[in-house]
């Protein structure tokens, strides 16, 4: 069973960056699409920024010119790039992904575990 590892989160600063990372925890064929999600306690998920493999990004407006989403297929991978944090984007982030496990075989949707991001000072 192919899980999704996060890693990267932690406490940063106001204006500075972190990059997190959802990697596959087994060789895959491809990562075809993948979103970035965050929740703050007591409240909903929502989305943050979201990918396909052909390149196409989605960004909410709160991230927008801030947040880089990208797929590494040869790394099996996907990144989120948070520069010039702020306060408001303190939440637990978690990855969702449509992934093929081996070639010709059906794409399955996968959740990371969640990683938590702290903007403080």
């Known amino acids: 069973q192919v899980q999704l590892v996060e890693s990267g989160g932690g406490l940063m600063q106001p204006g500075g960056s972190l990059r997190l990372s959802c990697a596959a925890s087994e060789s895959i064929f491809s990562i075809n699409a993948a979103t970035w999600y965050r929740q703050v306690p007591g409240k909903e998920r929502v989305f943050v920024a979201a990918?396909?493999?052909?390149?196409?990004?989605n960004y909410a407006d709160s991230v927008k010119g801030r947040f880089t989403i990208s797929i590494d297929n040869a790394k099996d991978t996907v990144y989120l790039q948070m520069n010039n944090l702020n306060p408001e984007d303190t939440a637990i982030y978690y990855c969702?992904?449509?992934?093929?496990?081996?070639?010709?075989?059906?794409?399955?949707?996968?959740w990371g575990q969640g990683t938590q991001v702290t903007v403080s000072s």
């Open positions: 969702n992904a449509d992934i093929r496990k081996d070639y010709g075989s059906r794409k399955v949707n996968y």
């Open positions: 990918v396909v493999s052909g390149g196409a990004t």
